[in-house]
């Protein structure tokens, strides 16, 4: 059985840093595409990062850009998104996800979540002013 799980959420004042981390069992993900994806209450889930499989190319949304950094350990199977400069917007459960899409492919990077195959269920970042 394939899984996701993230972890790493919490309570953080605006301006503080939170580190999530993806682990994934049940099959490698070392050469494909992954993302984290975030949805606050009442809205749609939207577009955070990717990251093409060998961490050559990266994508984020301009909400996040030049505070938040993914990185990938393909040995262990693991994403992370290190979130710095926090701001009460970015309050959301956040969510990793895979793609089986081109996989081995180095300028694929995804951002459009119907194309990610494997979810996680989910961490709550709340951001408080």
């Known amino acids: 059985q394939v899984q996701l799980v993230e972890s790493g959420g919490g309570l953080v004042q605006a301006g503080g840093s939170l580190r999530l981390s993806c682990a994934a069992s049940g099959r490698s993900f070392s050469m494909n595409a992954m993302g984290w994806f975030r949805q606050a209450p009442g809205k749609d889930r939207e577009f955070v990062v990717g990251?093409?499989?060998?961490?050559?190319?990266?994508l984020y949304a301009d909400s996040v850009k030049g505070r938040f950094t993914i990185s990938r350990d393909n040995a262990k199977n693991t994403v992370y998104l290190q979130m710095n400069s926090l701001k009460p917007e970015d309050t959301a459960v956040y969510f990793c996800a895979a793609t089986t899409r081109y996989s081995g492919n180095s300028a694929y990077v995804e951002r459009d979540r119907s194309s990610y195959d494997y979810w996680g269920q989910g961490t709550q970042v709340t951001v408080s002013s």
């Open positions: 990251v093409n499989w060998n961490s050559f190319r990266t």
